[in-house]
């Protein structure tokens, strides 16, 4: 057991994520297990727990004092998906992106941060040419106090961090998993490694301000 890595991914096992199972960045990085072994799985281990766009919310919701118990001991949610049932604290239910335009997609920075350092936004609204993958609506209305890091470009929230509703931070992303922007030869490519960067840096300042049981 002490050579698990200390983020864990859970895997929901659907048709598009499987590459995650042999990829060496999320192999070398994270501690891939089958999503419905979170219940069973000791997560004292751990500094952060990445949820996929796909997870089986049922599910989550079933067990949700596990993700609120692992958040009171000062640690890291990242969600990436639209969120139905109230399992993540603080985040509002998914409204879906009221469309007329394809411009009505469009990314903007609206906090310059780390994780998105040196990605333009046009590599993150477009993908082969088409707007929408990145991400198609919102939570909001989001937590009081969230750092809003991405919008559309009526400044509805896309990405925010929340560091006020619980012991811990979660990352909260209205769209596809971040860590499968990789390997597209575009600046979106930066984004895997500095949000991991990012994971340790922020679990390492929740420790020093002692948000920790």
């Given at each position: 057991m002490a050579h698990l890595k200390p983020i864990l991914f859970l895997d929901p096992g659907h048709a598009f994520g499987l590459g995650?199972?042999?990829?060496?960045?999320?192999?070398?990085?994270f501690e891939l297990i089958d999503q419905y072994r979170l219940a069973e799985t000791?997560?004292?281990?751990?500094k952060c727990i990445v949820i996929h766009d796909f997870i089986d919310q049922e599910y989550l919701y079933t067990y949700r004092s596990i993700i609120t118990d692992f958040l009171a001991e000062g640690k890291?949610?990242?969600?990436?998906?639209?969120?139905?049932?109230?399992?993540?604290?603080?985040?509002?239910?998914?409204t879906p992106r009221d469309i007329q335009s394809y411009k009505?997609?469009?990314?903007?920075?609206?906090?310059?941060?780390?994780i998105f350092a040196g990605v333009h936004p046009d590599d993150m609204t477009f993908k082969k040419?088409?707007?929408?993958?990145?991400?198609?609506?919102?939570?909001?209305?989001?937590p009081a106090h969230a750092e809003i890091l991405l919008t559309?470009?009526?400044?509805?929230?896309?990405?925010?961090?929340?560091?006020?509703?619980?012991n811990g931070t979660i990352l909260c992303h209205s769209g596809r998993d971040?860590?499968?922007?990789?390997?597209?030869?575009?600046?979106?490519?930066?984004?895997?490694?500095?949000?991991?960067?990012?994971?340790?840096?922020?679990?390492?300042?929740?420790?020093?301000?002692g948000k920790q049981v």
């Open positions: 995650n199972r042999t990829d060496p960045f999320i192999q070398d990085n000791d997560l004292s281990l751990f890291i949610i990242i969600f990436t998906g639209q969120l139905f049932k109230a399992w993540l604290p603080g985040c509002s239910s998914f009505d997609y469009q990314v903007l920075i609206a906090k310059d941060h780390p040419g088409i707007a929408g993958f990145f991400a198609r609506g919102t939570h909001a209305p989001v559309f470009r009526d400044e509805m929230p896309i990405t925010y961090i929340d560091r006020n509703t619980t971040l860590f499968a922007f990789r390997n597209q030869n575009k600046s979106t490519d930066r984004i895997i490694g500095q949000l991991l960067q990012w994971i340790h840096d922020e679990y390492e300042a929740l420790q020093r301000e």
